[in-house]
């Protein structure tokens, strides 16, 4: 996991970590009343906003313009993203979302989000964010390395990048690279969801839109190192399978959430639900 390329980079700030006392999903909302013999349920999730609240770093991305990229999860303001001031179009059209519906897009070459705060060796964790795109260049659309303030990193794992006919490869490097393929391309201009969990106890997992698409079980580490959550662009290096063209991914991009948890399939189901 090792590359040098020029430092023009999207990043997403480590946003768990930094702060104590929250290693689970966060809290869902749920609940039950009783009228005499009747009862109900509530929904666990009602949009987008709604599920990435009970991420501790959830950047919704709804922004008018920069600088800042606000967290709204649990770590609400304490952990923020900055938008880089250029390449990013704001409040382009999104996903549905239940309102929610506005979008970054991201021009594939100079617009990036950053943070200074860094997240030390997570080896349980999801990320899950939204985009859409038609690129035929691939890309990286999340990941983790040890670049600061956006620059190239030398050390790069945990990452989901798009390949050249659109599909998704999820991987961590132990030793080697570990990963997981999609079998359908989402380069199509249509909005997808994506979750990607990892744990040592349940390998990799890759959902899109609420299903499970891709898994590797065996996979049982990442490369120890302390990084940064990134979207959009760093290293991804010769030595991961159908390697893109472009390091940078060109599209659109809303509610990036990163869990310090495996979320379950019901879960990730759900979320994608929340969009209507």
């Not at 009228?35 to 709804?62: E, H, V």
């Not at 990193?153 to 050249?164: A, E, K, L, N």
């Not at 991961?240 to 310090?260: I, K, L, Q, T």
Request: glycine fraction near 14%; include cysteine.
């Amino acid at each position: 996991a090792r590359a040098a390329v020029p430092a023009v980079a999207v990043g997403l700030a480590a946003l768990l970590g930094a702060l104590p006392g929250l290693s689970a999903a966060g809290a869902v909302f749920t609940a039950t009343t009783a009228n005499d013999a009747n009862s109900w349920a509530s929904a666990r999730y009602y949009t987008c906003t709604s599920a990435g609240a009970s991420a501790p770093g959830y950047l919704a991305l709804q922004e008018t313009a920069g600088p800042v990229a606000v967290n709204s999860g649990l770590y609400a303001g304490a952990v923020n993203g900055y938008y880089s001031g250029r390449g990013v179009t704001y409040r382009v059209p999104g996903p549905a979302c239940g309102g929610d519906g506005k979008a970054v897009e991201l021009d594939g070459g100079s617009g990036f989000v950053y943070s200074t705060t860094a997240l030390a060796n997570p080896q349980t964790f999801t990320v899950q964010l939204w985009f859409s795109t038609t690129t035929r260049e691939g890309g990286k659309l999340i990941g983790f390395g040890n670049g600061t303030n956006g620059a190239a990193s030398s050390q790069y794992d945990r990452h989901v990048y798009m390949t050249h006919s659109g599909k998704l490869t999820f991987g961590v490097y132990s030793g080697s690279p570990q990963t997981t393929t999609s079998r359908d391309g989402y380069n199509d201009g249509a909005w997808h969801q994506m979750t990607a969990t990892f744990s040592p106890g349940t390998g990799l997992r890759l959902y899109v839109d609420g299903a499970l698409v891709a898994a590797r079980p065996e996979a049982t580490s990442a490369e120890p190192f302390t990084g940064y959550w990134r979207v959009g662009y760093d290293s991804i290096g010769p030595a991961w399978p159908a390697n893109p063209r472009s390091e940078h991914f060109a599209g659109s991009v809303a509610h990036v959430s990163v869990y310090a948890s495996v979320l379950s399939d019901a879960d990730v189901a759900a979320q994608y639900r929340a969009a209507g």
